[in-house]
Nanobody, 118 residues
């Protein structure tokens, strides 16, 4: 089993920045068996969407809506994944979830609320 805990959300004005952190614990073997780690978000009355991904080799991918503003990174030794969010917009308001897994074996955190005021 793997436990996922997000932190770092909060209320920020448009144009501001936040840094989300995701801490992983549990089965070391399972954690390191997963190549990709992701951040998703879900706004009210909208479907959950993929925001950013990072592989064990450090390759990254971003949703078009956050490219150039968000940066995903990972510290494998500390079993952490980060999401640096700059130039935040009101439309970035959502619950942000950290995800690790593959196929039917998936692990999610409880989410952290990000609210961007205009």
């Amino acid at each position: 089993q793997v436990q996922v805990v997000e932190s770092g959300g909060g209320l920020v004005q448009a144009g501001g920045s936040l840094r989300l952190s995701c801490a992983l614990s549990g089965s070391i073997f399972k954690i390191f068996s997963f190549n990709v780690m992701d951040w998703y978000r879900q706004a009210p009355e909208k479907q959950r969407e993929l925001v950013a991904s990072i592989t064990s080799g450090g390759s990254t991918d971003y949703a078009d809506s956050v490219k150039g503003r968000f940066t995903i990174s990972r510290d494998s030794a500390k079993k952490r994944v980060y999401l640096q969010m700059n130039s935040l917009k009101p439309e970035d308001t959502a619950i942000y979830y950290c995800h690790i897994g593959r196929g039917p074996d998936n692990y999610w955190g409880q989410g952290t609320q990000v609210t961007v005021s205009s």
